[in-house]
Structures are given as structure tokens and as C-alpha cells.
């Protein structure tokens, strides 16, 4: 039981190349979320999931797409890389937040920079 | 923006108790209050959490108060492993700046 697991850990990019972040995760959870985090700073989410097929809007979701084609895979992309998408980007995924034993689990995190 | 407001930092002694507030007002009847902590810049890793009754585990206590608009995170014997950014959210998954916790010898 591997969690949730995120790939790459680390990538550079430069202003305008294009990358997908993939989330998975192997508790069958419905809900997946993707965060981002900079320096000093809480977490703010970008896009969530509440099922297979299924994608939304979170706090800070422009820039990025998001697709939820399986239930394990959760998958962030860039289009158009900037400098101020330079941060520490977390997954997380859960059964459902309205359920009572339902706390996030989160990944270790990607860090991109953006030159 | 966070639908919780917690102190920016926070210093404890170690093996003292560290005693986290949190203020969530506008919590609604069925939203639970959850505790995270991240630790350098790990991934958050779940503490706790409840809805109305104060709840325990193997790693820290939780008190909600009657009305629901505040909670303390209690850590009982503080070590320095547990200095941490410590998040208190309710259901909407939406974390606030959280509070920095440095455990101090």
C-alpha cells in the first residue's frame, strides 16, 4: 500500500514549456485534490475531484487543467509554463469529506521551478 | 479564503503541553474540524479531527468548544519532532497559513 504517490519530485522548467504532474493512489479513495504551496505559505488548492470523471474549480485554478480519467489518477497539467507557477505542488485524496473517518492523505510533493 | 484563523506562531518548552487555538465561527452544523501538520516541507500529515466531542489519540488531544466556534489542539508533552506548521480546516479542505509551533529545549 504505496499511499498517494507523485511524479516527478522535482522538475525545471522554462517560461512557456507545458508538463503533467501525476498523482496516484492506491486506497480507492473517491475525492483527489491538487495544492500548491510557496514559500513560507499555506497550502491553496487549484482543482479538486469528487470522482472518476469528474473535476473542479478550487481556490487558484488558473493556469492549470486537470483530469480525472481513472479513479486512482489524478493529473495536473501546464499548458503554458510562468515564473509565478514556481512552487511546491501536493496531491491529496480522501473517501469523502463528508464522511466522518475521511482526513486527507497527502503525496510528498513536486517542486517546480519555472525559469 | 480558510473558513479558520489560527496564530501565526507559537513557541512551547519541551515537555510542556503545546495548546493550539483555532477559531472557526462560521463552521456549519456538520462540518468537522480537522488538525494537520507539516513538518519542513513535507507533506501534511493528519493529526486528528471531531465534530462536537473532544477526542483523543496517540498523538494529541482535541477540544471543540460548546458552540462549535473554536477548538485547541493539545499537544501533551512537547518534543522537538514537534516543531511543525500546524493547520486546523474544516470540511471544505481549504488550509489557512497555519500556525508555526517551535518546540524549544
Known amino acids: 500500500n504505496a499511499g498517494v504517490t507523485q511524479t516527478p519530485k522535482f522538475r525545471v522548467l522554462k517560461t512557456g514549456q507545458s508538463m503533467t504532474l501525476l498523482c496516484a493512489q492506491d486506497?480507492?479513495?473517491?475525492?483527489m485534490y491538487w495544492y500548491r504551496q510557496d514559500p513560507g505559505m499555506g497550502l491553496r488548492l487549484i482543482h479538486y475531484?469528487?470522482?472518476?470523471?469528474?473535476?473542479a474549480k478550487g481556490e487558484v485554478p488558473d493556469g492549470y487543467n486537470v483530469s480525472r480519467l481513472k479513479k486512482q489518477n489524478f493529473l495536473l497539467g501546464l499548458e503554458s509554463a510562468a515564473p509565478s507557477q514556481t512552487s511546491v505542488y501536493f496531491c491529496?485524496?480522501?473517501?469523502?469529506?463528508?464522511?466522518?473517518?475521511?482526513?486527507?492523505?497527502f503525496g510528498n510533493g513536486t517542486r517546480l521551478t519555472v525559469t | 479564503d480558510a473558513k479558520t484563523t489560527q496564530p501565526t506562531s507559537m513557541d512551547c518548552a519541551e515537555g510542556r503541553a503545546a495548546n493550539l487555538p483555532c477559531n472557526h465561527s462560521?463552521?456549519?452544523?456538520?462540518?468537522?474540524v480537522y488538525w494537520y501538520r507539516q513538518i519542513h516541507s513535507q507533506g501534511p500529515q493528519y493529526i486528528i479531527h471531531?465534530?462536537?466531542n473532544n477526542e483523543t489519540n496517540e498523538m494529541a488531544s482535541l477540544i471543540i468548544t460548546e458552540d462549535r466556534k473554536s477548538s485547541t489542539l493539545i499537544l501533551p508533552h512537547a518534543t522537538l519532532r514537534d516543531t511543525a506548521v500546524y493547520y486546523c480546516?474544516?470540511?471544505?479542505?481549504?488550509f489557512g497559513a497555519g500556525t508555526r509551533l517551535t518546540v524549544k529545549p
Open positions: 491529496a485524496s480522501t473517501f469523502s469529506y463528508r464522511e466522518k473517518n475521511s482526513p486527507l492523505h
Open positions: 486506497m480507492n479513495h473517491e475525492y
Open positions: 475531484s469528487v470522482g472518476e470523471g469528474t473535476t
Open positions: 462560521t463552521i456549519s452544523g456538520n462540518e468537522y
Open positions: 471531531g465534530l462536537k
Open positions: 480546516i474544516v470540511n471544505d479542505m481549504r
